[in-house]
């Protein structure tokens, strides 16, 4: 059954058209969308041509002032119109006065930069200020037949005024022929073939894939119209038939672009192809798909898209997702990370964090733990991390991120460095110093810090960079075993701190009191190599010179004795620190005391490596710190402490280890010998027989 009524008019029909047919509206705000972004090459054309024609009432003033006074003046001899009619131009095949010519020119290509932005109200506008009224009035013939008064006269009685060309089908006829004449110029001809749908006469007019795609879609509507009404309308005569061609112009928008890509005009032709013609193009044709699948080629491929072009991506898949479409998410969040990167390449610092936030919960820590691994001012870093709070990041999953990303995890002993050797601190070492203040800044997050720290003085202490691991060791500030006693309260009440926690303070301590230890020796090892010089012993001739040596020796005296009594207070701390990491209660130094349900495993071997390294270490310096202060006695004893059960130290001692260390002890007890003592360092008198 047909939805149009008998006594619709055409203007009624085709509204019911765009209501029920979602196919034609959508072609229509294509051209509407065409039409409005060349307005402003209207005001360019504007100002490029000057327009200034002739007063209103006169046209072609240059023409009439010619056929008036021009024959009486030399060299006005060439041939033009003799009558002032609007069709004397092709009825006479004259032309115009060159001055009129060229506004004529002017005047035409404005009127369809105009009709091409759909300001149709100012080109007839221009068209009577020009002296053009007939032309004015011939633009008319396009629109649609409507007689409201059909549908009942209004309560006062007045007629309302009709609306359109009731001889529309005639007026279509006739401008059709008249777009195909050659006597008419490009741009006259172009004007009529819009309201025609005559697409071989207006694509010769357009200068771009925008007039182009605007000049198929408005031919296109068209002939959808003028179907619908040569279907539906009903006169009282036949209409008038409309070319072949006319009708074999059937578009649909998949064969509009598919022209546009095979385009004669190769600046069209390649125009089709450039990006921002190719997004249009599918937005327009609804496939948003094939779209994504473009841009994920565009991020791929060797010729990497601008960062405007990322910006616009970015935007539009958030648009999607706002509009609540189904998206292919991995190209989707693709297309994102990459426009964040664009953003962390330009350090644009406050964005970042915003369009991170857009990414899934694991590619936002992997994302913003990047971004934040170059980030090396202290205020800087404080400014991401609120950053980050703003758009609701996972900042404590971040920033344990950043500083595993930048201390690795991993780390190989090299048994063949000399425990003596200080290794110096790299730029890279450096910046895994500087990564552990990420974890500082907030309290709740001092478990965290103590547990990174750890690991990063760990591999420092494995290849012998102890200042690098003191540095480390001063970031985590004094208070924070407290503090993370009492933010655990805070979330568990009164229960136990977890085994993790336990043991992580506690290696924290065992680091503290090995790093202590090492920082007193290397205090005795200074102070035992800057002993007082003897004067020299030279016999002196004269009384001055015995008095002045007698005085340099008792200055000898005052400072050696002065000197060793530092050396023992340097010797004691060295040696108490010493012990207090070979001796480490429950267990052993490097060793924790609570079982964890889950267990690192690459940690517990780190921590055996390290005590394979640092404890035999420290008993040769504990050996050569008693053998170089006459401690032999001492020396020898320090056997029974490596033997002992209770503390193990014998089980991280290499082969070649304990031969060296026993060898050690050899010496001390052959030096305890030639004091007159037994090998065991007791006085040999004091023995009974």
């Known amino acids: 059954m047909s939805v149009v009524r008998k006594n619709w008019s055409e203007k009624m029909i085709v509204n019911s058209l765009y209501e029920r047919d979602s196919s034609v509206r959508q072609s229509q705000l294509v051209v509407d969308w065409l039409e409005h972004n060349a307005e402003h090459w209207m005001e360019v054309v504007l100002q490029m041509d000057n327009m200034e024609y002739c007063s209103e009432s006169v046209c072609w003033e240059n023409t009439l002032h010619e056929l008036q006074h021009g024959r009486s003046r030399p060299g006005s001899l060439r041939p033009i119109v003799s009558e002032m009619d609007p069709d004397a131009p092709v009825r006479q095949r004259r032309p115009l006065a060159d001055l009129d010519m060229e506004d004529e020119a002017r005047l035409l290509r404005y009127l369809f930069v105009c009709i091409r932005a759909g300001k149709f109200e100012e080109a007839q506008r221009l068209c009577i200020e020009s002296g053009q009224s007939w032309r004015a009035a011939t633009l008319e013939g396009w629109k649609l037949y409507h007689d409201s008064n059909m549908e009942g006269v209004v309560d006062n009685g007045k007629l309302q005024e009709i609306e359109g060309n009731p001889n529309r089908d005639i007026w279509k006829a006739m401008t059709w022929n008249m777009a195909s004449e050659d006597k008419f110029s490009l741009y006259e001809k172009a004007m009529y073939a819009v309201y025609c749908g005559n697409l071989t006469q207006l ?402 071997q780190q921590m055996k490596l390290l005590r394979e390294l640092c404890l035999p270490a420290l008993c040769f310096i504990l050996h050569k710190v008693y053998q170089s202060t006459g401690q032999y006695r001492e020396c020898v004893e320090l056997a029974n402490i490596v033997a002992s059960e209770q503390y193990g130290l014998y089980k991280v001692f290499s082969k070649d280890e304990l031969q060296k260390i026993l060898s050690a002890i050899r010496e001390s007890s052959l030096a305890i010998l030639k004091n007159s003592m037994d090998p065991l360092g007791y006085d040999s008198s004091s023995v009974k027989p």
């Open 203 to 604: 694509l010769p007019a357009g200068n771009s894939w925008e007039d182009y795609l605007w000049a198929y879609y408005k031919v296109m509507v068209d002939v959808r119209v003028e179907q619908e009404l040569r279907l539906n309308s009903r006169k009282d005569r036949p209409l008038e038939p409309l070319p072949s061609a006319y009708w074999d112009q059937v578009l649909t928008p998949e064969k509009v672009f598919a022209e546009l890509k095979a385009c004669p005009n190769e600046t069209i032709r390649r125009s089709a192809e450039l990006p921002h013609h190719v997004i249009q193009t599918c937005i327009i044709l609804n496939d948003i798909d094939g779209l994504l699948e473009i841009m994920n080629k565009w991020l791929n491929g060797d010729e990497k898209p601008s960062n405007h072009m990322l910006r616009f991506m970015a935007h539009f898949v958030l648009f999607l997702r706002s509009a609540g479409l189904q998206t292919n998410d991995e190209i989707c969040y693709s297309i994102l990370k990459a426009y964040v990167q664009c953003l962390i390449d330009d350090h644009q610092v406050p964005l970042v964090a915003t369009y991170t936030a857009t990414l899934p919960q694991d590619l936002q820590v992997q994302t913003y733990a990047y971004f934040l691994e170059e980030i090396v001012d202290r205020k800087e870093r404080q400014k991401c991390l609120e950053y980050a709070e703003a758009a609701h990041l996972d900042i404590p999953m971040i920033t344990k991120t950043v500083v595993e990303n930048i201390r690795g995890k991993d780390f190989q002993i090299d048994r063949k460095l000399s425990p003596a050797l200080e290794a110096a601190t790299s730029d890279e070492d450096r910046k895994k110093i500087e990564a552990i203040e990420w974890l500082v800044f907030d309290p709740s997050q001092r478990a965290e810090a103590l547990k990174q720290s750890n690991a990063v003085m760990r591999c420092f202490i494995a290849y012998r960079k102890h200042a690098a691991a003191r540095d480390v060791f001063e970031k985590i500030p004094p208070d924070s075993i407290d503090i993370i006693y009492r933010q655990w309260q805070l979330k568990a009440d009164m229960s136990a701190l977890p085994p993790e926690g336990e043991n992580a303070i506690r290696e924290y301590l065992c680091i503290r009191a090995y790093l202590s230890a090492h920082d007193a020796f290397n205090d005795w090892f200074e102070h035992f190599h800057a002993a007082p010089a003897p004067p020299s012993s030279k016999t002196h001739g004269n009384f001055t010179e015995k008095v002045a040596h007698e005085h340099r020796q008792q200055n000898y005296q005052a400072e050696l004795t002065r000197w060793q009594n530092t050396l023992d207070i340097h010797t004691k701390a060295t040696l108490e620190r010493i012990y207090n990491v070979l001796l480490f209660p429950d267990g052993g130094w490097m060793v924790d005391q609570s079982v964890e349900s889950e267990p690192d495993t690459s940690r517990l």
